[in-house]
C-alpha cells in the first residue's frame, strides 16, 4: 500500500504562485511513476505532469512553461511549482502513483484544492 497526502493548495490571486506538495509512504518506491491531475468543476481529470525517478515531464499544453514537476526520491515527495497562475488553472489537483509494470498498483491522495481568484 502507498499513501499519498497532497498540501499546498491555497487561494492566490492571478499571476501568483503556489508550490504543491505530495508526500508519499507505505511501500513507495523509485518503480514508481508520480504524477499531478487536476479536475475543475464539470470537467474531466487531466493529466498535468509526471516524474519518473529520474526525470518529469510537463503534459498539459496549458500549462507547459508555468508549471515545473520535480520529485525529491529520498524524501518520497513530488512538487508541482505552479507560476503565472490563471483563473482556469482552478481545479482540485491530485496525487497519483503507480508501477508502470503491474496495473494493480495504483494509489491516489485526496487532493488539495487551488482556486486563482482576483
Known amino acids: 500500500q502507498v499513501q499519498l497526502v497532497e498540501s499546498g493548495g491555497g487561494l492566490v490571486h492571478p499571476g501568483g504562485s503556489l508550490r504543491l506538495s505530495c508526500a508519499a509512504s507505505?511501500?513507495?518506491?523509485?518503480?514508481?511513476?508520480m504524477g499531478w491531475y487536476r479536475q475543475a468543476p464539470g470537467k474531466q481529470r487531466e493529466l498535468v505532469g509526471i516524474?519518473?525517478?529520474?526525470?518529469?515531464?510537463i503534459s498539459a499544453d496549458s500549462v507547459k512553461g508555468r508549471f515545473t514537476v520535480s520529485r525529491d526520491n529520498s524524501k518520497n515527495t513530488l512538487y508541482l511549482q505552479m507560476n503565472s497562475l490563471k483563473l482556469e488553472d482552478t481545479a482540485a489537483y491530485y496525487c497519483?502513483?503507480?508501477?508502470?509494470?503491474?496495473?494493480?498498483?495504483?494509489?491516489w491522495g485526496q487532493g488539495t484544492q487551488v482556486t486563482v481568484s482576483s
Open positions: 497519483n502513483a503507480f508501477r508502470p509494470d503491474n496495473i494493480n498498483f495504483v494509489y
Open positions: 507505505g511501500s513507495i518506491n523509485s518503480n514508481y511513476v
Open positions: 516524474a519518473t525517478s529520474g526525470r518529469s515531464t
